[in-house]
């Protein structure tokens, strides 16, 4: 018995030791990278699931697989900044109006087939929100799509904590608690009531901590797990991204933030945004948000994709998003629209869906581009990976493969011909 528990003891602490992710080189590809513009023929050397080198002629340190991209192109992994799969059961609370409680890490579904739907189009980092229903909803969570893996190891922690506001519609219309605003002031009133209580609760403990330190300290205050999170995000601990499409109920959210001290990280959807664009820039808040789709409901018809123009003459920076939808395995389609509606350099174009979510979610020290030392989080495209011809070959996430293409197919066959035999 004790071998056994002394063996079990090592395998924890060889587990703790361990480097995340894994080595591999890949030889003779054609490298996206912001800095250096395109590298035809490098070779990349990742170790530890990390990228080690980008240089041509790589002499192998040991034994590191290695894969012939020769003809193949290799971007940042896709990043979606606002999408909904992988939770299990509803995505809204609905019992009251503010519920920033709710935890959407707690919901993570690793065996949802959406996953590998996601990497089959290069996507491997998203952000998973709380639905639109409530003012205030939950907190999000950011995970990398490690197909086959638990939750655990999923979720990214080194991302932005995130707390889902909505505006508009959705909150005003939800059928739930007898607590939902139905008139679009009415959703902002409480947003304003949230924090104002939040502020007093924290105004509690503070009165709190200040008399406990005499002799007889008095009790504490009720702990609230809702107003508690609200003072995170009071206290710049978590940001806000907030569900929108109206112009002047944004401006309202702009103004309460600035009104109670917290951060707008970014505005989803907004289709809206190109009125103001110059607001938007002088606060440096962020879009996530569809190319081209509007008209789908009465707040979402007031919308052009030229509009992304003027936004980016005033250095608001986009990222787009599949919020669930078929879309999300062709965001490398939707970033090549970039090009025709907003003017944007390829190049440019192609950081909408990789470097600029990834600023959005306060990744981008680790993934988003090609450089060394970052996550080798990867995408590999048969041509151009902004061109509707071109198809996802390999996703890798810190080295590792995730889903391969060719492996993909020989799979299927051998199941079909499993399947054929079996019926005989």
């Excluded at 790589?58 to 697989?65: A, D, L, T």
């Excluded at 606002?82 to 019992?95: M, P, Q, R, Y």
């Excluded at 917290?262 to 809206?272: A, D, K, N, P």
């Excluded at 151009?384 to 996430?397: G, H, Q, R």
Aim: hydrophobic share 40%; net charge neutral.
């Amino acid at each position: 018995m004790k071998k056994l528990t002394h063996c079990l003891w090592i395998l924890l602490l060889l587990a703790a030791l361990r480097l995340p992710g894994e080595d591999l080189l890949l030889r003779e590809g054609r490298f996206y990278t912001f800095d250096k513009g395109i590298l035809e023929g490098y070779d990349m050397l990742i170790m530890n699931g990390k990228i080690r080198s980008i240089a041509k002629g790589i002499v192998n340190p040991g034994k590191v697989p290695e894969r012939d991209l020769k003809g193949l192109s290799v971007v940042p992994g896709l990043i979606d900044s606002h999408n909904h799969i992988a939770l299990a059961g509803e995505i809204n609370e609905v019992s009251e109006n503010i519920t920033p409680e709710i935890d959407m890490a707690e919901q993570i579904n690793p065996d949802d087939p959406n996953i590998y739907y996601c990497l089959t189009g290069g996507v491997t980092m998203v952000h998973l929100l709380h639905g639109s229903a409530n003012p205030i909803g939950g907190r999000n969570v950011t995970v990398k799509l490690k197909w086959g893996e638990s939750a655990e190891e999923m979720i990214e922690r080194r991302a932005l904590p995130t707390l889902k506001l909505a505006l508009g519609e959705n909150p005003k219309t939800a059928t739930g608690g007898k607590s939902f605003p139905i008139t679009r002031m009415g959703v902002a009133a409480s947003i304003r009531t949230a924090f104002s209580q939040a502020l007093e609760y924290g105004k509690g403990w503070e009165d709190w901590r200040r008399e406990a330190k005499g002799k007889k300290a008095p009790p504490p205050p009720k702990r609230n797990q809702r107003l508690e999170v609200l003072l995170e995000v009071l206290e710049g601990k978590r940001v806000v991204r907030c569900h929108t499409y109206r112009a002047e109920e944004s401006l309202e959210l702009m103004r309460i933030a600035k009104e109670y001290g917290f951060r707008v990280q970014g505005f989803e959807h907004f289709h809206q945004a190109y009125r103001i664009a110059d607001e938007l820039a002088k606060e440096k808040i962020g879009l996530s948000v569809f190319t081209d789709s509007w008209n789908y409901k009465a707040e979402a018809s007031e919308f052009t994709p030229y509009g992304f123009a003027l936004l980016r003459e005033k250095g608001v920076e986009v990222s787009l998003n599949s919020d669930l939808s078929e879309a999300m395995r062709r965001l490398n389609i939707e970033a090549g629209k970039m090009v025709r509606y907003a003017g944007m350099e390829r190049m440019e174009a192609l950081k909408t869906v990789t470097l600029n979510p990834a600023r959005l979610l306060g990744t981008d020290k680790y993934v988003g581009s090609l450089d060394v030392g970052k996550d080798a989080d990867l995408a590999v495209f048969d041509g151009d990976p902004l061109s509707p011809t071109s198809k996802c070959c390999l996703t890798i996430i810190e080295g590792r493969v995730y889903f391969d293409r060719e492996e993909d197919l020989r799979s299927r066959s051998v199941k079909r011909v499993e399947e054929k035999e079996a019926t005989r």
